[in-house]
């Protein structure tokens, strides 16, 4: 979906098709680099990670075996508390293994840190973090993120895999939801 389709649900438009398809490759290189003859495991998040997952693993040319967590984060409305529970756990086992844990946003980074946390905790030979978006004046902890995409204002955003209400997933670009539509 183009975002001119629901202009009137938008803000703004933050970052293009074109601006996030070409950070993705930028961060692509920057892997294939880090990573050059290793095996490494991408590990998604669901569903949010679904877009820059799926365009980040077609980017890269090396091979790689991919891997889906969902996890679910207690808070009110839309915050989070920072107390997580898995709803679909890995199928891959994390030992000796290189993981790259695969984003689509950071916002106060308490799930995230928890996620880290855990899969440390798997025998893996390193876990590391690439986020296509990190709003800096949402964290609440420090969250090392190796492969970022960009740092964003903390605003209400949506598209690229990033839903209000379970809409908008499917937006090719990212924007800023219009508050008359959350509030």
């Not at 389709?5 to 961060?27: K, M, P, S, Y």
């Not at 086992?93 to 996620?115: A, M, Q």
């Not at 030979?125 to 902890?141: G, M, Y």
Request: aromatic share 6%; net charge negative; with cysteine.
């Amino acid at each position: 979906m183009e975002s001119h389709n629901i202009a009137g649900d938008l803000e703004e438009v933050l970052l293009t098709e074109e601006q996030i398809q070409g950070r993705l490759a930028e961060l692509a290189r920057q892997i294939e680099a880090d990573y050059a003859g290793e095996n490494v495991l991408l590990v998604g998040v669901l569903k949010g990670a679904v877009m820059v997952m799926a365009d980040l693993a077609r980017e890269l040319n090396m091979q790689v075996t991919m891997d889906w967590m969902a996890v679910s984060s207690y808070g009110s409305g839309t915050t989070s508390s920072g107390v997580v529970r898995i709803l679909k756990d890995l199928d891959s086992d994390l030992t000796g293994r290189k993981v790259l844990i695969v984003e689509d946003i950071i916002d106060s980074g308490l799930t995230l840190s928890w996620l880290i946390s855990n899969l440390k905790s798997r025998g893996p030979e390193s876990v590391e973090i690439c986020a296509l978006l990190r709003k800096p004046e949402a964290a609440r902890v420090d969250i090392d993120v190796k492969y970022l995409g960009f740092d964003i204002p903390n605003k209400f955003v949506v598209g690229y895999g990033l839903d209000y209400n379970e809409q908008y997933r499917n937006m090719r670009s990212v924007g800023i939801l219009a508050p008359h539509i959350y509030s």
